[in-house]
T-cell receptor, first 110, second 116 residues
């Protein structure tokens, strides 16, 4: 079992839909939870960062961490075609060494 | 604006040849990471440096891969000899540890390597 599991999709939604992306992890010591967005043929860029449990909101994006279930989520409201990308979760413990999910490919159709 | 740069952007080579990839981290960043990305394995950490010192290279095949930081503005990743299974996109990322803020990794555009 990989330390971080992420459904690769692909996920295809109409413009304006609410998108839910998820990762599960196995190590309860993980404390740092990140979502990166990667456009085609580009490097990943940080989208959301959460420490420990709880929710964090930034515009149309909300990140949730449920440490009891070892489950993290990224929600995108009012999705736009420009949100079409691969979304990668990245998780770390105290050593700050990131363990990455495989990424979920998202297509938002106009 | 400040960016991580990587050269070359694309490289096609034959099996057995040496490949050198270069990275210029963002000025002032003290941590540099080398990743390899493939469809099957996703992003894998190969090595990382802090203040130019190698901290972890456990993800790197030692017999053929080597990573160095000759100075604060240059990181290199070498593969010698290259093999077809090394075909992947290699990313360099830099970050600033100890700033009190979150430790974001800023990625370069990657080097797309194809070994024939």
């Amino acid at each position: 079992q990989k330390e971080v599991e992420q459904d690769p999709g692909p996920l295809s939604v109409p413009e304006g839909a609410i998108v839910s992306l998820n990762c599960t992890y196995s190590n309860s010591a993980f404390q740092y939870f990140m979502w990166y967005r990667q456009y085609s043929r580009k490097g990943p860029e940080l989208l959301m960062y959460t420490y420990s449990s709880g929710n964090k909101e930034d515009g149309r994006f909300t990140a949730q961490v449920d440490k009891s279930s070892k489950y993290i989520s990224l929600f995108i409201r009012d999705s736009q075609p420009s949100d079409s990308a691969t979304y990668l979760c990245a998780i770390a413990g105290n050593n700050r060494k990131l363990i990455w999910g495989l990424g979920t490919s998202l297509a938002v159709n106009p | 604006d400040a960016r991580v740069t990587q050269t070359p952007r694309h490289k096609v080579t034959e099996m057995g040849q040496e490949v050198t990839m270069r990275c210029q981290p963002i000025l002032g960043h003290n941590t540099v990471f080398w990743y390899r990305q493939t469809m099957m394995q996703g992003l894998e950490l190969l090595a990382y440096f802090r203040n130019r010192a190698p901290l972890d290279d456990s993800g790197m095949p030692k017999d053929r891969f080597s990573a160095e930081m000759p100075d604060a503005t240059l990181a290199t990743l070498k593969i010698q000899p290259s093999e077809p299974r090394d075909s992947a996109v290699y990313f360099c990322a830099s970050g600033l540890v100890g700033s009190g803020s979150q430790e974001t990794q800023y990625f370069g555009p990657g080097t797309r390597l194809l070994v024939l």
